[in-house]
């Protein structure tokens, strides 16, 4: 049974711990500053706690950090000591912008590392998540891709690309919640109940979800689209307000602060 450590449990490590957890494949490792984080996997058999990263290393063959990008460097100066080619562990982070190259210089040479991003939807399962890794890296990597399959689909991706993924899919959760939010609320201004309007709304994106995946996101919208309708009114309304233009900046700008985050 393969041992994974998890470094942080918070939204991403913790989400990731339970469903590993719970296909009880795995023996499993979890560390936090917070002991109250930890407290959450005290029921969990196979899910052994530590106060000691470098601990949680050495229990481990497959690491993975999900701490912030800022506390990155300082966790694998503690678990450096258990690292190298030798050792037979690896090292994978899901930070934003931290890069491979990065890693590495923190960690003996010839030490396995990969780089994921996932996003929060691994929480129930419909991730979505790129991964790459270095050379000594690729031996684990069909490792690696197993257990981030766990939580949804995981495909690779040259690292030179990472972070316009961050912006697009680590980050897009929260762009289809305020779109969301934004939606309800329009339909509030209208007149619905508030509680209606919330049930159409989640209605709508988790239908929409399901035909995105048949159909191209131009079928979909003709297949609504009544000529001289109200779509068609709502989509001049919208493209006036600069619509499409608001998406394409946000996701610039969250690329660009992914890159900065990678110092
Ligand atoms: N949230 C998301 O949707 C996504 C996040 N990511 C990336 O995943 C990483 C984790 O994000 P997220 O899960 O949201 O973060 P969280 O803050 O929810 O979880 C990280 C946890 O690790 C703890 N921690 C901090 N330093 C250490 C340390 N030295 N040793 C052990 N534990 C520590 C944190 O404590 P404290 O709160 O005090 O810092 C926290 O409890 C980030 O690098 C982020 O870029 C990637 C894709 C999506
Ligand atoms: O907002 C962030 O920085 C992290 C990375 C991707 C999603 N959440």
Request: include cysteine; aromatic fraction near 4%.
């Amino acid at each position: 049974m393969r041992r994974v450590g998890v470094i942080g449990a918070g939204k991403i490590g913790g989400s990731l711990l339970r469903r590993l957890a719970e296909s009880g494949d795995f023996e499993l490792a979890v560390s936090d500053v917070h002991p109250e984080q930890l407290e959450r996997f005290r029921g969990y058999e196979r899910v052994r706690s530590f106060s000691s990263n470098r601990e949680l290393a050495e229990a481990s063959e497959i690491v993975i950090v999900a701490v912030k990008p800022w506390d990155v460097a300082g966790v694998l100066e503690e678990i450096s000591p258990a690292m190298g080619p030798s050792s037979g562990r690896s090292v994978t982070s899901v930070a934003a912008g931290v890069e491979i190259k990065s890693i590495e210089s923190r960690l003996p040479e010839g030490t396995p590392v990969l780089r994921v991003m996932p996003n929060v939807c691994a929480s129930v399962g419909l991730g979505a998540a790129v991964i790459t890794a270095n050379e000594p890296g690729r031996r684990v990597l069909p490792e690696v891709m197993d257990i981030f399959g766990r939580v949804g689909e995981v495909m690779e991706l040259p690292e030179r690309l990472f972070d316009a993924a961050t912006a697009l899919h680590g980050s897009g959760p929260a762009y289809v919640a305020l779109f969301a939010d934004a939606l309800v609320q329009a339909g509030v201004r209208e007149g619905l109940p508030r509680e209606v309007a919330r049930r159409l709304v989640v209605g709508t994106l988790a239908g929409t979800a399901v035909l995105l995946k048949e159909r191209s996101a131009h079928q979909v919208r003709d297949e609504v689209m009544t000529p001289g309708g109200t779509t068609a009114a709502a989509f001049v309304a919208m493209e006036k307000a600069g619509f499409v233009g608001a998406v394409y900046d946000g996701v610039n700008a969250a690329t660009r602060r992914a890159r900065e985050l990678g110092g």
